[in-house]
């Protein structure tokens, strides 16, 4: 089983700063690390694919990057309304695993 | 619009069992693979089963295999699953989501609750 760390588990940030999550598997996922984002009581959120394709609808401000074991989701400029958890997900091998997540809070 | 809706959840004793169902709308279900996901309250997400398009292949997650399994009904753009043995430790929100075979897991539906209790 492919285990992801993210980190860290917590980044305290003011709005309009920029934010970076890391993602980092155990073994290579190639380019198959796919990135979601979830709020309090809602589903998560598609905002990246194979590591660096944005999904549809999803703003400029977010993008990722990497390959083999090392990812990271840049937030370019945080908004209100990205205070959220993040997820790392890899779908190269089974079982599908996900990171333990890192949490975006408002500084 | 892609819609997913859950349902089956509520509380159950050790031991028991349940069938979860999601009906899928909004896109063609024949050509998509589909995932169920769980959360337990205030943790994480973890990947629970998949099933292809025309069912021929499944995959489980090793804490739900032999307990659970997953199916579809593509006459009725609905998958299923059905879990016996329910564990203290399987209380979580099951989502329905489509994709995760060769595609990404995408979208996710509003999720339905599990709850194991005595």
């Known amino acids: 089983e492919i285990v992801l760390t993210q980190s860290p588990d917590t980044l305290s940030l003011s709005p309009g700063e920029r934010a970076t999550l890391s993602c980092r598997a155990s073994?290579?996922?190639?380019?198959?690390l796919v990135w979601y984002q979830q709020k309090l009581g809602q589903p998560p959120r598609l905002l990246i694919y194979d590591a660096s394709n944005r999904a549809t609808g999803i703003p400029a401000r977010f993008s990722g990057s990497g390959s083999g074991t090392d990812f990271t989701l840049t937030i370019s400029s945080l908004e209100p309304d990205d205070f959220a958890v993040y997820y790392c997900h890899q779908r190269t091998s089974w079982p599908r695993t996900f990171g333990q997540g890192t949490k975006v809070d408002i500084k | 619009e892609v819609h997913l809706l859950e349902s089956g959840g509520g509380v159950v004793q050790p031991g028991g069992s349940l069938r979860l169902s999601c009906v899928a709308s909004g896109f063609t279900f024949t050509t998509s693979s589909m995932t169920w996901v769980r959360q337990a309250p205030g943790k994480g997400l973890e990947w629970v089963s998949v099933i292809t398009e025309t069912a021929g292949t499944t995959k489980y997650a090793e804490p739900v295999k032999g307990r659970f399994s997953i199916s579809r009904d593509n006459s009725k753009n609905t998958m299923y699953l059905q879990m016996t043995g329910l564990r203290v430790e399987d209380t979580a929100v099951y989502y329905c989501?489509?994709?995760?075979?060769?595609?990404?897991?995408?979208?996710w539906g509003q999720g339905t609750l599990v709850t194991v209790s005595s």
């Open positions: 989501a489509k994709g995760g075979w060769s595609t990404p897991i995408d979208p």
């Open positions: 073994q290579s996922v190639n380019t198959f």
